[in-house]
């Protein structure tokens, strides 16, 4: 099982940055690819960002995000961190937005943080 907790949304203004922060626990020698989701209200979650956890972190964007949205891990000294800066922030990208991680026959799910881009 692997255990996942996200943090870091909240509120910003149309251009302003955010970084969320997730926080993997648990059986994380089983996660080949950690990523961030989202969800609007009333649409399907979608893909926002993935990181490969071996090697040099390979990392894939959604168009919508590419160069304003940037992925990294954190996986020294016992940490077992992922990230998204988010900068230039628009009202399209407000959503809850998911970590998450895929292991060989599973995939794993944080609880969601809100993200409201508004003026």
């Known amino acids: 099982q692997v255990q996942l907790v996200e943090s870091g949304g909240g509120l910003v203004q149309p251009g302003g940055s955010l970084r969320l922060s997730c926080a993997a626990s648990g059986s994380i020698f089983s996660i080949n690819v950690m990523g961030w989701y989202r969800q609007a209200p009333g649409q399907q979650r979608e893909l926002v960002a993935t990181?490969?956890?071996?090697?040099?972190?390979?990392?894939?964007?959604a168009d919508s995000v590419k160069g304003r949205f940037t992925i990294s891990r954190d996986n020294d000294n016992a940490k077992n961190m992922v990230y998204l800066e988010m900068n230039s922030l628009r009202p399209e990208d407000t959503a809850v937005y998911y970590c998450?991680?895929?292991?060989?026959?599973?995939?794993?799910w944080g609880q969601g943080t809100q993200v409201t881009v508004s003026a």
């Open positions: 998450n991680a895929k292991a060989t026959l599973s995939a794993y």
């Open positions: 990181i490969t956890s071996g090697g040099i972190g390979r990392t894939n964007y």
